[in-house]
């Protein structure tokens, strides 16, 4: 469940600029270490394109079992690692935090710590086709990890979204 922290919304906005310039700074980082030709111009077209371990693995049907009844027990599920009380990466702490501004109801918001269970933890990634944790779903639909969830917040989407599948919380519901 989300619990209510005792930071200003002032002060979540600043933690979340900082984030993103961090992901801004990562990102450019990741771009320069890449290699300058494109990869259709390094592999023949007529040779597929050797599999790694990470893509011939399968998903169990234990795990992805496990995954959909886990997608489906709230409107919003993420799964992190850590808690929400006790994030355990900057990146879980962020994507609860904006979870928290935007007002989800914490009814129907449930997140499960990926780092109890490795099998979860690599089967979700696969179940996403999405490389990292945190990994946010709404209404059994992947929305994405913490750095859509940023851009999403910045730019109104994440409201708009939120507020159409019904899962913020009303004023009446926010009063103590």
Known sequence: ??????????????????????LTIFQA???ASRPMLPLAATIPKWQPI????????????????AID??????PVVLFMKGTPETPQCGFSRASIQ???????DPSKF????????????????EYSDWPTI?????????????DILMS?????????????????ATKAEETP
């Open 152 to 168: 999403m917040h910045q730019n109104g989407e994440l409201s708009k979204m939120l507020d159409d599948k019904g899962v913020l």
């Open 110 to 125: 449930s997140a499960f710590n990926v780092l109890e269970d490795e099998e979860l933890r690599q089967g979700l990634k």
């Open 50 to 65: 050797p599999s790694t371990p990470f893509q011939s693995r399968l998903l169990s049907t234990e795990t992805k079992a």
């Open 69 to 74: 009844k886990a997608v489906g027990s709230t």
């Open 98 to 104: 904006i979870l928290s501004l935007q007002g989800v």
């Open 1 to 22: 469940m989300l619990s209510r922290t005792l930071l200003s919304p002032a002060s979540i906005q600043t933690r979340i600029k900082a984030l993103v310039q961090m």
């Open 29 to 31: 980082l990741r771009r």
């Open 134 to 146: 945190p990994q946010l779903y709404v209404d059994r639909e992947f929305v994405g990890g913490c």
